[in-house]
């Protein structure tokens, strides 16, 4: 039985979601993973950590060993961004939206790009096993064969 999965749907790797959101709030991924506590900063990683576990799916565990943060600091700076965005935080729900769309994208265009790579290496196995053995070897000609010395023991 194969399940149909949507691209909206399939796991996008922590690595793109962080892109995604360092791109959108205008940091250096350095400085999202970093240990700033500047507001702006602290505030994006949160939106990361939070599309991390949405995007996953994974833990909570997992994402704070990614960002190397315990757990209860993944589960409160998601709390604390809900809360934001239920008070009216437009610019942080802006940034959610917009990071979240990124980070498929950017997840799509790189399993598209994989996928591209892989068929281009099977192209050329399948090339190279179709070609004559003297051509795989790179030579026309037989090798020579060097016979050990003189009372060698094998």
């Not at 892109?19 to 949160?46: C, F, I």
């Not at 600091?73 to 939206?97: D, H, K, N, Q, W």
């Not at 994208?105 to 790579?117: F, N, T």
Request: charged share 25%; aromatic share 2%; hydrophobic share 50%.
């Amino acid at each position: 039985m194969t399940q149909d999965v949507s691209p909206a749907t399939r796991a996008v790797p922590v690595a793109a979601v962080v892109e995604a959101v360092a791109a959108e709030a205008g940091l250096g991924r350095a400085e999202l993973l970093g240990p700033s506590r500047r507001r702006e900063v602290a505030h994006a990683r949160q939106v990361a950590m939070m599309l991390a576990v949405e995007l996953g799916p994974r833990s909570q565990w997992a994402v704070a060993r990614h960002f190397g943060f315990g757990r209860s600091t993944v589960r409160r700076g998601m709390e604390s961004l809900a809360r934001r965005i239920e008070a009216g935080a437009a610019a942080e729900a802006r940034l959610v939206e917009a990071a979240r769309a990124r980070a498929r994208e950017i997840a799509a265009r790189r399993r598209s790009e994989a996928s591209r790579l892989a068929a281009a290496l099977s192209a050329e196995a399948a090339a190279g096993a179709a070609r004559p053995a003297s051509a795989a070897r790179g030579s026309a000609s037989p090798a020579k064969r060097v016979s050990a010395p003189a009372g060698a023991v094998a």
